[in-house]
Structure formats: C-alpha cells, structure tokens
Nanobody, 122 residues
Framework: QVQLVESGGGLVQAGGSLRLSCAAS????????MGWYRQAPGKQRELVAH???????NYSDSVNGRFTISRDNAKNTVSLQMNSLKPEDTAVYYC????????????????WGQGTQVTVSS
C-alpha cells in the first residue's frame, strides 16, 4: 500500500558529506514520525534520527551535530544531510515512515524503504 524509495547513498571519503532522500507514495492520508536507521555488517539496525510531523527531531549520540534530518510534509519526503562522515558511519541506511492511510482512522502502520548503501573510506 505504501512504498518508500531511498536515494543518495554512495562512496565518500572521511570528512565528506552525503545527502539521503526518501520519498513515500501510495495510500497516504498523513505520515506521523519519519526516520532514518542504519545497519552495519554484523550489527543490529539502529536509529540514526527521527522527525515528527511537527518538526521535532531526535538524533543518536553518534551522529548528533553532524547529521540533520528534515522533511517535506506536502511531498511525503524525508532527507538526511550527513556531514563530517566517519568510517564508522558505513552502513545500509533505511528510511521508515509511520503512515495513516485514511482520514477516518487513526490506525497507522510502519513502512520501510529497501535501504541505500553508504560507505565512508578512511
């Protein structure tokens, strides 16, 4: 019912920047929280940052001050600006959206994107 498509991953040197984007489409009335997660090889998926519909943000300690999350409610998109990248930021990055499908129901469902690889070389 809802598809999330990420873009913007790639290979960058330490200290560089990348911008990830995620667009949601399908049966969407509104999207509550949107977020970015990442999973490095051999590790569990972890929260990077999330943003409420009203714009309140939360970041993991490891990226606070280097990454910035933003969203466009009209376009159902969320972005992650990543600066001062470090080799330990290397991971597959996933976006997540908490979607309400219909105006008459407050029930929401979580959807995930397919992931985009970010590799930071030292």
């Amino acid at each position: 019912q809802v598809q999330l498509v990420e873009s913007g991953g790639g290979l960058v040197q330490a200290g560089g920047s990348l911008r990830l984007s995620c667009a949601a489409s399908g049966t969407i009335f509104s999207i509550d929280t949107m977020g970015w997660y990442r999973q490095a090889p051999g590790k569990q998926r972890e929260l990077v940052a999330h943003i409420s519909r009203g714009g309140s943000t939360n970041y993991s300690d490891s990226v606070n001050g280097r990454f910035t999350i933003s969203r466009d409610n009209a376009k159902n998109t969320v972005s992650l600006q990543m600066n001062s990248l470090k080799p330990e930021d290397t991971a597959v990055y996933y976006c997540k959206a908490d979607v309400r499908h219909y105006s008459y129901s407050y029930t929401s469902h979580d959807y995930w994107g397919q992931g985009t690889q970010v590799t930071v070389s030292s």
